[in-house]
């Protein structure tokens, strides 16, 4: 089955710092999101992605939906300690098939 | 309410039981969606209703399990004979239309 990468698994940032983590895929993905997900919560939708070489932004984050559509990346500008928690890729080939999630990249921020 | 809303949000079993977890959808989302996921694991695929087709079960590990959705809204994942292995935060999520997907906060399961 699809199966995606995410990397890195875990990250320790000063605060102020960027972030940058990325997945890639096996296959083509029509629809890319970003979730963060934090402890004893369910993830929660940061930015979606519907087209190739789409770059969206949400306040400090940014991500881009690869042109090959075989990979997409986040970034988190100017960090801070609420922006510790698992962040998410997700990806979809098409509207009849489940969305594929990553193993999560670990985000934990220094004061 | 305003979100996903799952019921228990924490269940403990002895292993051989067989257990229920529900998920009220938002109202109106037409998808909705079973999610696993083991400790410090990413999302595993389990099952997904899409309006009246007939759901998607690929991602369900074995015939132990099993879910309903009742008049296109709330539903129900079962687990018979529950084995430690099925410990877990069992998610549900769902939308109006195929993505994206508003989460829970999840069933964290454990089997004793």
């Known amino acids: 089955g699809q199966q995606l990468n995410q990397s890195p698994q875990s990250m320790f940032i000063q605060e102020g710092e960027d972030v940058s983590m990325n997945c890639t895929s096996s296959s083509i993905f029509n629809t890319w999101l970003w979730y963060k997900q934090d402890p004893g919560e369910g993830p929660v939708l940061l930015i979606a992605l519907y087209k190739a070489g789409e770059l969206t932004s949400n306040g400090r984050l940014t991500a881009q939906f690869g042109i090959t559509r075989k990979d997409s990346f986040l970034n988190i500008s100017a960090s801070i300690p609420s922006d510790v928690g698992i962040y998410f890729c997700?990806?979809?080939?098409?509207?009849?098939?489940?969305?594929?999630f990553g193993k999560g990249t670990r985000l934990s921020v220094i004061a | 309410g305003a979100g996903v809303s799952q019921s228990p949000s924490n269940k403990v079993t002895e292993k051989g039981k067989d257990v229920e977890l529900r998920c009220d959808p938002i109202s109106g989302h037409t998808a909705l969606y079973w999610y696993r996921q083991s400790l410090g694991q990413g999302l595993e695929f389990l099952i997904y209703?899409?309006?009246?087709?007939?759901?998607?079960k690929s991602g369900l590990p074995s015939d132990r399990f099993s879910a309903e959705r009742t008049g296109g809204s709330v539903s129900t994942l079962t687990i018979q004979r529950t084995q430690q292995e099925d410990s877990a935060v069992y998610l549900c999520?769902?939308?109006?239309?195929?993505?994206?997907?508003?989460f829970g906060n999840g069933t964290r399961l454990t089997v004793t």
């Open positions: 999520a769902s939308s109006s239309g195929v993505v994206p997907l508003h």
């Open positions: 997700a990806g979809q080939n098409s509207g009849n098939t489940p969305l594929v």
């Open positions: 209703f899409q309006g009246n087709s007939a759901p998607d």
